[in-house]
């Protein structure tokens, strides 16, 4: 008789999961996929009403879910906010903008707008709540939704990629830092995902046209695309998992 290997399985079953930009696009999507899965998941965002009824279509849906008021420019009060929730097992860094310009057009106000919160907000929200995972000495799981563009250059995207790049690197060392707690800490790089952020930027022909092109499967992606990469990190599947950036990119960093 062979002994099979079993699979360590994707469920998250009791699980408590922060995702940050939660009400709409990627964010209320992981929420949404870790819910499916088991995990008892918090929405954090800074609009009240849209977290809410994000929350109440998860629970309606099946999952446990609920809404955090919650402003992670704000680095005290962000800090000082979950330091007072009991721990969570599961991040998911997703908060994040961009204002695209030509590098010669950018602005203090851009650089600071788009670093603060893509970068510098990333750091304190995920410094805060592995905190809370070092104390609860169960290991656990952050996941940082970073871009493709933290893989490549892109044209009128100097603060994007310098944020998104940043990303990887405090990514690959939070993971060394973290080991010895049984922390892991993983990126998704995603293609454009149609979303009400990047909608707008699809007006202009020429430039999806030039992404179509450039995404070697055809099509621009979902949020529906990045859901199996947060339920697989987040997972005893990915238990070995850490230091790396999974590439959801429909090709475009093939070539």
């Not at 109440?56 to 330091?83: F, P, W």
Request: hydrophobic share 50%; charged share 20%.
């Amino acid at each position: 008789m062979i002994d099979l290997p079993r699979s360590p399985g994707f469920r998250l079953d009791g699980l408590r999961a922060l995702v940050t930009g939660a009400g709409r696009g990627i964010g209320l999507a992981a929420a949404a996929a870790l819910a499916e899965a088991g995990a008892h998941v918090t929405l954090a965002a800074r609009t009240v009403m849209e977290i809410e009824e994000a929350a109440g279509a998860i629970t309606a849906a099946g999952g446990t879910a609920r809404a955090l008021v919650l402003d992670v420019l704000d680095t005290a009060t962000t800090r000082a906010t979950i330091a007072a929730q009991e721990p969570f097992a599961i991040l998911v860094n997703n908060a994040g903008t961009n204002r695209p310009k030509p590098f010669v057009e950018v602005g203090v106000d851009d650089y600071d707008a788009v670093l603060d919160l893509n970068l510098k907000a990333a750091f304190f929200v995920a410094q805060s709540v592995a905190n809370g995972m070092i104390g609860a000495a169960r290991g656990g799981s952050i996941i940082h939704m970073g871009s493709q563009m933290g893989h490549v250059g892109g044209p009128r995207r100097t603060l994007y990629c310098a944020s998104k790049w940043a990303l990887e690197g405090l990514s690959k060392a939070m993971a060394l830092d973290l080991a010895p707690h049984q922390i892991r800490s993983n990126t998704i790089a995603p293609t454009f995902i149609e979303t009400p952020m990047t909608r707008p930027f699809f007006d202009d022909a020429a430039f999806r046209d030039d992404v179509l092109k450039r995404i070697k499967l055809g099509r621009l992606g979902m949020v529906e695309d990045l859901m199996g990469a947060v339920v697989y990190l987040a997972s005893p599947a990915a238990a070995m998992v850490t230091g790396t950036s999974l590439v959801v990119d429909g090709g475009w960093t093939a070539d």
